[in-house]
Nanobody
Framework: QVQLVESGGGTVQAGGSLRLSCAAS????????MGWYRQSPGQARELVAA???????NYADSVKGRFTISRDYAKNTLYLQMNSLKPEDTADYYC????????WGQGTQVTVSS
């Protein structure tokens, strides 16, 4: 069973930056196709960034140009660089495989103040 541990969240002012990390257990094959999701209170979880195996990264329109997804196979870790943060980016952030999800991690909370 793959375990996912997200970290790097916090509270920042609008316009600030954060970098989220997602450490995956087991083989590097476990992070070949991954994505970052977020969920705000009362809202459905949404996929905001994805990096498929061998394909191009893709982003939700709401974060395009501000967020960058990347991975480091040597560390078996997925990242999400978030710049120019807005209050509407406030949410709990999770990483997972978009197809055939692993068990969800605990997530990391991001709060952007205006």
């Amino acid at each position: 069973q793959v375990q996912l541990v997200e970290s790097g969240g916090g509270t920042v002012q609008a316009g600030g930056s954060l970098r989220l990390s997602c450490a995956a257990s087991g083989s590097v094959d476990n992070i070949r196709s991954m994505g970052w999701y977020r969920q705000s209170p009362g809202q459905a979880r949404e996929l905001v960034a994805a990096v498929p195996n061998g394909g191009s990264t893709n982003y939700a329109d709401s974060v395009k140009g501000r967020f960058t997804i990347s991975r480091d196979y040597a560390k078996n870790t997925l990242y999400l660089q978030m710049n120019s943060l807005k209050p509407e980016d406030t949410a709990d952030y999770y990483c997972n495989r978009p197809v055939r999800n692993y068990a969800w991690g605990q997530g990391t909370q991001v709060t952007v103040s205006s």
